[in-house]
C-alpha cells in the first residue's frame, strides 16, 4: 500500500452514485475509440512525443491502481508488479520508468494482456466505489475524479498520436472511413470589442479543476477586440498563397529557424493536389480542404506568424477567458463532434480546435500544486510552454471548461491546435 495522495477539494464530493457511472463511461470510451483498430495500429510510436495507443489504454490503468486502489483500497493486489515500470509516465516519486521514445517498442505485454489489466482494474475500482467505508470514499474521491479527468485527456492524446502515426503511412489508412461532409461557408470575420478592465481568472469553484487553474485571481485587462471565430483554412490558404512561409518578418526568430531547418510550406497534414489545391490527412483518410473549417495541427510559431500577416495577434489567456465569459455561446464549450465520433473540425464551436494564446504556461499567483505524486501532474511543467484554451474536436464530452488551461511547447504541431486573433481595441 502506497501513502494516500491528499487533494484539496475544490467542491463538495461527488457521491458514489455519480462517480460511479461516470467511471464507466470514460473507460468505456476508450474502448470505442479503439474499434476497427488492429494490435499492429495499437502498437506505433511515431516520434517521441507520441505514444502508443496500447500504451495509453495501460497507462491510465496504472494510474487508477497506483494512486487510487494501491493506497485506498483495503487488500488490493497488483495485477502484475512489473506494469509499475512500464507505463508510469513522469512521476519521479514513484519509482523509475520505461524511457518515453522506446514505448512503442514494448510488443510485451500484448494488447491482449493489456486489456486484462483494464478489466482487472476497472473490476477493482467498481468494487471499491460499492463497498468504500465513508472515511475510505472521502480519501479516495478526488482522486478518481482527477483519475476521469487524467483519462479524457489521454483519449484525446490517443487520436492525435495515431493521426500523426497513420500520416506516415503511404497507404494513408483511416481510423474511421467515409467522406467528411464540407461545412459550408465560414461566417464573415467580425471583431468583437471587450473593455473588462479588473476580472477575474481562474476556476469559480463550481466542479471538479486541476491545480493550474487555481487559484482564482484579479488580472488587469486592457480593452481589446476579438475575432468571432477560428481562423479557416480558407484563410490559411491565402497566407500561404501570399507566400506566409517564405516572410522572415512575420516570425519569431526561433519559429523561422525551425521552419527553415524542417522545410515547413504548409500545415504537418496538408499535401498538394494535382489541381494546384491542398488534401488534408485525417483521421478520416486523404479529404479535400475543407475551406470554412478551422485551420489546426499549427505551432504557436505558424498561428503568431498567421496574426502578423493579417495585422493582428494572438490573446492573451486573460484576454480569451474573459471573452469567453463573456460570451452568450459558452454552452458550446462543452459540445464537440467527438460526442458523434467525428473529430474534425468544423466551424460554429468554441471547441473545435485549441487556440493558442501568446501566454507563458505559468503559475497563477499563490498556485500550490497537488500533495504527494500527483504534485507532478501540472505543476512541474511551468517553463518553456504557452498556453492553449478552449478545446479541440478530439476533445471528449464534458471535459472542457472556460477556465481549463492547456499547453505545449510553441514547436508542437500534432495536436488539434488553431488560432483566434485578437488585436488591441482602436
Known amino acids: 500500500m502506497g501513502r494516500p495522495i491528499e487533494l484539496p477539494l475544490q467542491a463538495a464530493l461527488p457521491p458514489c452514485e455519480t462517480l460511479g457511472p461516470e467511471f464507466a463511461r470514460v473507460r468505456a470510451l476508450s474502448a470505442t475509440l479503439t474499434e476497427g483498430l488492429d494490435a499492429e495500429d495499437q502498437a506505433l510510436q511515431s516520434m517521441p512525443d507520441a505514444s502508443p495507443t496500447k500504451w495509453h489504454l495501460a497507462h491510465t490503468s496504472w494510474f487508477f491502481e497506483t494512486l487510487l486502489l494501491r493506497p485506498h483500497a483495503a487488500g488490493y493486489h497488483a495485477h502484475d508488479a512489473r506494469y509499475a515500470l512500464l507505463f508510469n509516465s513522469y512521476y519521479e516519486a514513484l519509482g523509475p520508468r520505461h524511457p518515453r521514445p522506446q514505448r512503442g517498442m514494448l510488443s510485451r505485454p500484448t494488447l491482449a494482456e493489456v486489456w486484462a489489466y483494464r478489466r482487472h482494474v476497472d473490476a477493482a475500482v467498481q468494487h471499491f466505489i460499492e463497498c468504500a467505508s465513508p472515511a475510505a470514499w472521502s480519501a479516495a474521491a478526488p482522486i478518481l475524479a482527477l483519475g476521469l479527468q487524467h483519462e479524457q485527456q489521454h483519449q484525446e492524446l490517443m487520436l492525435t498520436d495515431l493521426l500523426h502515426a497513420f500520416s506516415l503511412n503511404p497507404l494513408a489508412p483511416a481510423w474511421r472511413g467515409g467522406v467528411v461532409p464540407a461545412s459550408g461557408t465560414a ?12 476580472v477575474e481568472i ?7 479543476a486541476f491545480d493550474n487553474e487555481l487559484p482564482r485571481h484579479r488580472v488587469f485587462v486592457a480593452p481589446f477586440e476579438l475575432a468571432n471565430r477560428l481562423v479557416s483554412n480558407a484563410d490559411y490558404r491565402d497566407f500561404i498563397d501570399d507566400g506566409g512561409y517564405r516572410r522572415p518578418a512575420l516570425w519569431l526568430s526561433d519559429g523561422w529557424a525551425l521552419a527553415q531547418a524542417q522545410g515547413w510550406h504548409a500545415p504537418p497534414y496538408w499535401q ?11 483521421l478520416h483518410g486523404l479529404q479535400a480542404i475543407d475551406p470554412a473549417a478551422p485551420v489546426c495541427h499549427l505551432s504557436a510559431y505558424e498561428a503568431a506568424a498567421y496574426a502578423a500577416w493579417a495585422g493582428a495577434r494572438l490573446p492573451t489567456e486573460f484576454e480569451w477567458e474573459t471573452a469567453a465569459r463573456h460570451s452568450s455561446t459558452d454552452a458550446s464549450m462543452t459540445r464537440y463532434q467527438l460526442d458523434r465520433m467525428l473529430p474534425q473540425p468544423s466551424p460554429g464551436l468554441l471547441g473545435e480546435a485549441w487556440q493558442w494564446t501568446s501566454s507563458a504556461y505559468a ?23 504557452l498556453v492553449l484554451r478552449g478545446g479541440s474536436c478530439a476533445t471528449p464530452p464534458g471535459h472542457a471548461r472556460v477556465s481549463y488551461r492547456n499547453f505545449f511547447p510553441a514547436a508542437a504541431r500534432w495536436q488539434f491546435s488553431g488560432l483566434r486573433l485578437a488585436r488591441d481595441a482602436r
Not at 481562474?202 to 471538479?208: L, N
Not at 498538394?272 to 485525417?282: E, I, M, N, Y
Not at 503559475?363 to 510552454?385: S, W
Open 202 to 208: 481562474g476556476h469559480d469553484g463550481a466542479g471538479f
Open 272 to 282: 498538394p493536389d494535382d489541381d494546384g489545391g491542398w488534401r488534408q490527412f485525417t
Open 363 to 385: 503559475p497563477y499567483p499563490g498556485f500550490r500544486p497537488l500533495a504527494g505524486p500527483a504534485a507532478e501532474y501540472n505543476g512541474k511543467f511551468m517553463v518553456n510552454q
Open 187 to 198: 461566417e464573415p470575420l467580425r471583431w468583437h470589442g471587450l473593455d473588462p478592465g479588473l
